[in-house]
């Protein structure tokens, strides 16, 4: 059962310009949190909260900013917030990444790129990318564990996560070949993207297997 009490937070890091992310059936009571650097290529500097209508909590702890709103109100005992998702802002903010997300999205509405297209689009590549890599015989990458958990279908992030013991000397020596990979602990991951074409997927490998030959 429902419960009208009980606030809903989704967190769209990993989500949001990457995979198809329907939100209409919980609109009304869930906050939806996510930005443009990864996935919506607005660079740093840009994140919003989607609020539920009507939703008017009083903030425990927010910025002054969020009181622009409920100027007009004037002074009083406590800090007035304004009526609506401002009055969880912050303090003042650079406009910048609004822009650039906006020019984003201006541009993927120009040529018809939508989200389900990129999301097929980077998992046909990491498919390429694990065919090649059997093909070329990238040893280590090929005995490593696959985290990315690709038998679950296509409901999976833009990354393909390795686990093997070295990975942090695997992704130095990568990186000394201008080859940027990012690594956690045993874990070295490869990221794909609308910018990535399939042809050069090969060249990628090639280049991967000389410099961990």
């Given at each position: 059962m429902r419960d009208p009490q009980t606030l809903v937070v989704f967190d769209g890091y990993h989500?949001?310009?990457?995979l198809p992310t329907a939100l209409a059936g919980n609109a009304d009571r869930?906050?939806?949190l996510a930005g443009g650097y990864k996935?919506?290529?607005a660079g740093e500097g840009v994140c919003f909260m989607h609020c539920p209508g009507g939703f008017a909590m009083r903030p425990r702890d927010t910025g002054w900013f969020a009181a622009f709103g409920a100027l007009e109100a004037g002074g009083g005992a406590?800090?007035?917030y304004g009526k609506d998702g401002t009055r969880f802002m912050g303090a003042t903010f650079d406009?910048?990444?609004l822009y650039r997300l906006a020019a984003v999205?201006?541009?993927m509405k120009a040529i018809g790129l939508t989200v389900d297209a990129i999301h097929d689009h980077a998992l046909?590549?990491?498919d390429l990318f694990r065919a090649e890599i059997a093909r070329a015989k990238v040893k280590p990458i090929c005995d490593a564990r696959l985290v990315t958990p690709v038998a679950a279908g296509s409901t999976r992030g833009h990354f393909l996560t390795f686990e093997l013991a070295n990975a942090q000397a695997i992704h130095d020596r990568l990186a000394r070949a201008n080859i940027v990979t990012d690594v956690r602990g045993e874990r070295i991951r490869f990221g794909f993207g609308c910018y990535h074409t399939a042809e050069e997927i090969e060249a990628a490998v090639a280049a991967i297997a000389r410099a961990i030959a």
């Open positions: 989500g949001f310009m990457a869930a906050f939806y996935y919506a290529m406590n800090v007035a406009p910048t990444g999205f201006d541009w046909a590549l990491q």
